[in-house]
Nanobody
Framework: QVQLVESGGGLVQAGGSLRLSCAASGNIFRLNVMGWYRQAPGKQRELVAEITRGGTRNYADSVKGRFSISKDNAKNTVYLQMNSLQPDDTAVYYC?????????????WGPGTQVTVSS
């Protein structure tokens, strides 16, 4: 079994910062891509940022220059540093992992962590 455990969400004022963490555990053979998605009320889930096994990063246009994704391979953990947060960043943030467990490659999701930015 594979689990993704997220931490670091909360309430912050506009202009503030938060750091999200997501640790993958279980029978992991290979982490291919890890990332963060978010879903605001009444909206579709959208990609925020992702990082590949080789370290290539991809960001949504709305967060470029403000958010930074990084990973610790030894800990199977991905981080999302969020700076200059705005009310539009308010959403549930979900960790996502494209990984191989045993012989099976599939997508896993964390339960989500709430990020609320007050104006």
């Amino acid at each position: 079994q594979v689990q993704l455990v997220e931490s670091g969400g909360g309430l912050v004022q506009a202009g503030g910062s938060l750091r999200l963490s997501c640790a993958a555990s279980g029978n992991i053979f290979r982490l291919n891509v890890m990332g963060w998605y978010r879903q605001a009320p009444g909206k579709q889930r959208e990609l925020v940022a992702e990082i590949t096994r080789g370290g290539t990063r991809n960001y949504a246009d709305s967060v470029k220059g403000r958010f930074s994704i990084s990973k610790d391979n030894a800990k199977n953990t991905v981080y999302l540093q969020m700076n200059s947060l705005q009310p539009d960043d308010t959403a549930v943030y979900y960790c996502n992992a494209d990984l191989t467990s045993g012989l099976t490659r599939r997508i896993y999701w964390g339960p989500g962590t709430q990020v609320t930015v007050s104006s």
